[in-house]
């Protein structure tokens, strides 16, 4: 199974909470306050995403943190690897640097392959759609009497 640090799922949703009020400044205090998840995790999960350039800092008495782009120009790709770094299935999916097993190993094509399926979904998924509760983007059945 693949896992996400805790830090990547608090990073979404900080996201998210940028996401939803995109034109105003949000302090950690109020990120904390409508995520839940405690100021000094906002702090660091705002660090990494800052230094990313997902989010912009705002230094300040009325200063805070706001999305660094639209929400639709980020994707689960981008969040994960201001977090995790570089997203692949294996090390040999990530490294471009062939390890000593290169020359008669079998399988690091096809992890590349599955690395590169599972960037191609992460990067079809954007914070956009994180921000939109999942009912409101299920169309309705309409049932026939």
Do not use: F
Not at 19 to 48: C, E, F, H, Y
Not at 69 to 81: E, P
Not at 83 to 94: D, K, L, N, Y
Not at 115 to 143: C, D, G, W
């Amino acid at each position: 199974m693949i896992r996400l640090s805790k830090l990547t799922d608090y990073a979404s949703v900080v996201l998210t909470a940028l996401a939803q009020d995109p034109g105003n400044l949000q302090s950690t205090q109020a990120l904390s306050d409508a995520t839940r998840i405690p100021r000094p995790t906002v702090t660091k999960v705002l660090k990494s995403l800052t230094r990313a350039g997902l989010t912009r800092s705002i230094q300040g008495p009325k200063g805070g943190y706001q999305l660094a782009r639209n929400a639709r120009q980020i994707d689960l790709a981008d969040i994960i690897s201001a977090i995790e770094g570089p997203s692949g299935v294996t090390e040999c999916a990530t490294d471009h640097d062939e390890c000593e097993l290169t020359e008669h190993c079998h399988v690091m094509d096809h992890w590349r392959t599955v690395s590169v399926q599972i960037n191609q979904l992460l990067r079809s998924v954007t914070l956009a759609e994180l921000a939109t509760p999942k009912l409101k983007r299920i169309p309705t059945l309409q049932v026939q009497d």
